[in-house]
C-alpha cells in the first residue's frame, strides 16, 4: 500500500485502530477508557496559544502543562493513565507539543509520551516545528517569510483532515514591509512514512515543501507544522478546524462552524447625511445645533428591488430591522403614497424581519442636545430622567402591530432598539435605562440586540439576554461612496492631512499614512479592510450578527461591495460541505446561551466524557447541553431506541445534545468505521458562498491593529 492510501486507511479507520492495537493494555474490563480531552504542552509560544485559543472557542476540554513554570505536573505514565473501575484510562486523546521534542533528547517526559502514544493510539500535533529528519522531513530547502505565499491543500488534505477547504491556503500579507509569517519547507525525508496534507512550492528550488503533513513512526502519529502563526491569522483560522479534526480523530467535545448574519437597520426611515463642508452630521446630535441643513437618506423602491434580488442571487437573506412609523412619516408627507414600503412588503419572503422600534426614538435618558456631545437631562433632586416604561413599551408594541398588519413574517421575542438605546452608554449613561427591562418583559421580548464594541458579550437586562452585533465600518451616515471616503478621511487622519486628529492619541484607532483618493479610496482600502474584519468574525466560529444601515443599500449601494466581497471570498476558500451559517437573531442569542452555559460547565471541571469502543458518553451538569462534534452516522442512545445526532457540517456532524427522558447522561453510538472524508450538507439557514509574533531569523513582528485583531470602529458614527 503506498503512503497515501496508507494514510487514508488509517485516518478512516483511526477509533478502531485506538481500539484495536496490540499494546492496549488487557484488563478484566476489556477495552480501555479514553477520556476527551486533550493535553497541551506549551512553552509560552503562539503557535501553542493558538492551539489553545482554538479549543477554547470550539468548547473542547484540555489541560496545559507549562514548561516554564518551576511547580509544574511531571509528565510520566502515572500523569497520563491509569484505572478506572477496573479498566485502563487514558486521560488525553491527543496530545500538543509546541515542537516535535520541547524537552530534549534522551527526555524521561518526551519517552512517558512516546509510550503512552503508542499504547493508546494517541495523535501528537507539533504546533510549529524546524524541518529535520527526526520529524519526518529533509532539512528545509527554503526559511524565510511566508507572507502572500498561496498553499495548497493536497489530495491527501482533502480526503482527509481538510476536505472542508476548497484547496487554497492563502498567507496574509496585510504589510509588505512587516515580516507577518516565517517558516521552513521541506520535502519528505528518505525513507519516512509521511504525507503531506498541505504545501507550498519550494522558492528557488523544484517541486513542493510541506507545511503541515503526518509523520507516521514508531507507532506513533504526529502532525507536523513547519510554520508559525497567531491566532488572529487567516492561515492559521482555515486550518484550525482540520487540526483539531485530526487530533481527536472526529471525536469530540466542542463544535465548530463558520458564520455570517447581516442585520440592516432602519428600513423605512431615513438616515442622517454626512455633511464635508461641516464635518458633522446636521439632523443628529454630533452637529451643534441649528449648524447645516438635514438632507435624509432614505432607500427607494428599485433599491428595494435590488436588495430583494440579491438576497435572492446570494441565497443569503438580509435580516431588516424595520421601523413602521418611517413609513407612516413617508405616507403623511406624499400624499398616502410609499413605493418603498410596498415594495419591501411585497419582497417579505426574501428577507427576515427584526422589530426596530416604531419611530426609532433614543431609549434611554432623556437627550439634552443643547451641546455636543449630548447629555442625561436631570430630574430636579439631580438624578437621571430617563425614558418612561410605558413610552419604549409603546414604541415596541406599535411596531410589532404595524409590521403584523403589513404580513412581515416576525419572531415577538427579538428587539433592536434605535441606536441600542435603553442600554448603557458610555460616557454618558453608565447604566440601563432601569425602566427597560419591565418594558422587555411587558412584551414578551426574550432577545435584545447590543452593539458588540461597546458592550461585549452577552449579558442579562432583566430576564432578556442581549444579542451583541458587531458594527461594520460602512457609515451610517453615507449613501454615496464620496462621502464613506469622506468622513473615513475625518476619522482616520491626522489634523496636518486636514483629518480630525483623533486617531493621534487614540489606543485603539489607526491613523491612515494618508488620506484616500477620493475616487478609489473605498474600493481600493476600505472594502478589503472591512471585508477582512468581517471575514475574520466568519472563520473565528463566532455566531454574532454584523449591523449596517439601510442608507448602505440606497443610492451607491455601498454595502453591496463588502458584503459581495465577504462571500466571494469564502465560496472561494470553502467546499461546499462548510457553507456560511446564516441564523436569525433568536438563534444566535440560543446559541451564545447555550456556549455560555457549556463554557462554564467545562471550565469548572464539572463536565466527563469517555469512550470506550464505539460508544461516547457524556455527562455535565442538570441543563447544560453538551456540545460535540462526531463521525456521520452518529447516533444517541434513548431510554427506548436511538436518534439521529447533530447535523452535518464540514464532513462530521456536530451540534447541541441532552440527555433523553429519564437519562442522566448521553450516550452516542458511533459507526464502527468513523469516516475521514467529506460530506454535503444542505441544511436550513445556511449559504455557499495579530497578536505578536515570535521573531525567527532574518523576520520582524507584526501586530494586528485593534484591541481584539479587528480595525478599531469610528468614533462619531451612530450604532
Not at 538 to 563: C, K, M, T
Request: hydrophobic share 35%.
Amino acid at each position: 500500500m503506498n503512503r497515501t492510501a496508507r494514510a487514508a486507511a488509517l485516518g478512516a479507520g483511526a477509533l478502531l485502530l485506538a481500539l484495536s492495537l496490540p499494546g492496549t493494555p488487557a484488563s478484566a474490563a476489556g477495552l480501555p477508557r479514553i477520556d476527551l480531552r486533550v493535553l497541551v504542552v506549551t512553552d509560552g509560544g503562539p503557535a501553542t496559544a493558538a492551539l489553545t485559543a482554538e479549543l477554547d472557542v470550539q468548547g473542547t476540554p484540555y489541560t496545559t502543562v507549562d514548561l516554564r513554570q518551576s511547580g509544574r505536573p511531571v509528565i510520566n505514565a502515572a500523569f497520563l493513565a491509569d484505572t478506572v473501575d477496573g479498566r485502563a484510562r487514558a486521560k488525553y486523546q491527543a496530545v500538543v507539543l509546541p515542537n516535535d521534542n520541547p524537552f530534549g533528547a534522551g527526555s524521561a517526559e518526551m519517552a512517558a509520551l512516546a509510550s503512552y502514544e503508542r499504547t493508546y493510539a494517541v495523535p501528537q500535533v507539533d504546533a510549529y516545528t524546524y524541518a529535520r529528519p527526526e520529524a519526518g522531513l529533509r532539512t528545509p530547502e527554503f526559511s524565510g517569510s511566508l507572507d502572500g505565499v498561496r498553499a495548497q491543500v493536497t489530495a491527501s488534505g482533502k480526503s482527509g483532515p481538510f476536505g472542508y477547504l476548497a484547496g487554497q491556503v492563502p498567507f496574509e500579507d496585510n504589510a509588505p514591509d512587516i515580516g507577518e509569517s516565517y517558516g521552513f519547507l521541506a520535502k519528505p525525508a528518505p525513507g519516512a512514512d509521511f504525507t503531506s496534507y498541505v504545501d507550498a512550492p519550494i522558492p528557488g528550488a523544484e517541486g513542493r515543501g510541506s507545511l503541515v503533513g503526518e509523520y507516521r513512526h514508531d507507532g506513533r502519529r504526529e502532525l507536523v507544522v513547519t510554520f508559525v502563526y497567531n491566532q488572529h491569522q487567516q492561515q492559521f483560522r482555515l486550518l484550525a478546524r482540520g487540526i483539531v479534526d485530526w487530533m481527536t480523530q472526529g471525536v469530540q467535545l466542542g463544535s465548530s462552524r463558520n458564520y455570517f448574519a447581516v442585520h440592516v437597520d432602519d428600513v423605512f426611515g431615513a438616515d442622517d447625511r454626512w455633511d464635508s463642508e461641516l464635518n458633522c452630521t446636521p439632523g443628529d446630535v454630533d452637529c451643534p445645533p441649528g449648524e447645516g441643513t438635514p438632507d435624509p437618506i432614505r432607500m427607494t423602491a428599485d433599491d428595494a428591488a435590488y436588495a430583494a434580488q440579491w438576497s435572492k442571487g446570494r441565497k443569503f437573506p438580509l435580516d431588516m430591522a424595520f421601523n413602521g412609523g418611517g413609513s407612516e412619516l413617508h405616507r403623511e408627507e406624499n400624499g398616502g403614497a410609499d413605493p418603498l414600503a410596498d415594495r419591501l412588503i411585497a419582497d417579505r419572503g426574501e428577507h427576515r424581519w427584526l422589530n426596530h422600534t416604531y419611530n426609532h426614538p433614543f431609549l434611554g435618558c432623556v437627550q439634552d442636545v443643547s451641546t455636543v456631545p449630548w447629555t442625561c437631562a436631570k430630574n430636579t433632586d439631580g438624578s437621571t430622567r430617563y425614558v418612561s416604561r410605558t413610552e419604549i413599551s409603546r414604541q415596541i408594541s406599535d411596531n410589532r402591530n404595524w409590521g403584523r398588519r403589513a404580513g412581515l413574517p416576525l419572531q415577538d421575542g427579538e428587539l433592536v432598539t434605535g441606536e441600542h438605546s435603553g442600554l448603557k452608554v458610555l460616557p454618558q449613561q453608565p447604566d440601563d435605562n432601569p425602566n427597560l427591562s419591565t418594558a422587555l418583559r411587558d412584551n414578551g421580548v426574550t432577545w435584545l440586540g447590543s452593539d458588540n464594541s461597546r458592550d461585549r458579550g452577552q449579558r442579562p437586562v432583566g430576564s432578556v439576554l442581549t444579542v451583541p452585533r458587531y458594527p461594520m465600518n460602512v457609515f451610517y451616515n453615507a449613501g454615496r461612496t464620496s462621502e464613506q471616503i469622506d468622513e473615513y478621511n475625518w476619522i482616520y487622519t491626522r489634523k496636518a492631512d486636514g483629518g480630525s486628529g483623533v486617531c493621534e492619541n487614540s489606543s485603539v484607532a489607526t491613523c491612515l499614512e494618508s488620506p484616500l483618493d477620493a475616487t478609489t479610496g473605498y474600493q481600493d482600502h476600505i472594502v478589503p479592510v472591512e471585508s477582512t474584519i468581517a471575514m475574520g468574525h466568519v472563520l473565528a466560529n463566532d455566531p454574532r450578527p454584523h449591523f449596517i444601515h439601510q442608507s448602505n443599500l440606497a443610492e451607491d449601494r455601498i454595502a453591496y461591495p463588502v458584503l459581495g466581497s465577504i462571500l466571494d471570498t469564502y465560496g472561494a476558500l470553502f467546499a461546499d460541505n462548510a457553507p456560511v451559517v446564516n441564523l436569525r437573531m433568536a438563534d444566535i442569542g440560543g446559541e451564545l446561551r447555550s456556549r455560555a452555559a457549556w463554557d462554564t460547565a467545562v471550565k469548572a471541571g464539572k463536565v466527563t466524557a469517555y469512550r470506550i469502543g464505539d460508544k461516547v458518553t457524556v455527562q455535565a451538569p442538570s441543563g447544560v447541553a453538551a456540545r460535540a462534534t462526531m463521525p456521520t452516522g452518529t447516533v444517541r442512545q434513548l431510554l427506548l431506541g436511538s436518534d439521529p445526532f447533530g447535523s452535518a457540517y464540514a464532513g462530521r456532524t456536530s451540534g447541541w445534545v441532552s440527555p433523553g427522558l429519564l437519562q442522566s447522561r448521553v450516550t452516542l453510538d458511533l459507526p464502527s468505521a468513523p469516516a475521514a472524508g467529506s460530506a454535503t450538507a444542505e441544511q436550513p439557514g445556511v449559504t455557499k458562498a495579530a497578536k505578536k509574533l515570535p521573531v525567527p531569523p532574518g523576520a520582524t513582528t507584526y501586530v494586528k491593529p485593534g484591541t481584539d485583531g479587528h480595525t478599531p470602529r469610528a468614533l462619531p458614527t451612530r450604532r
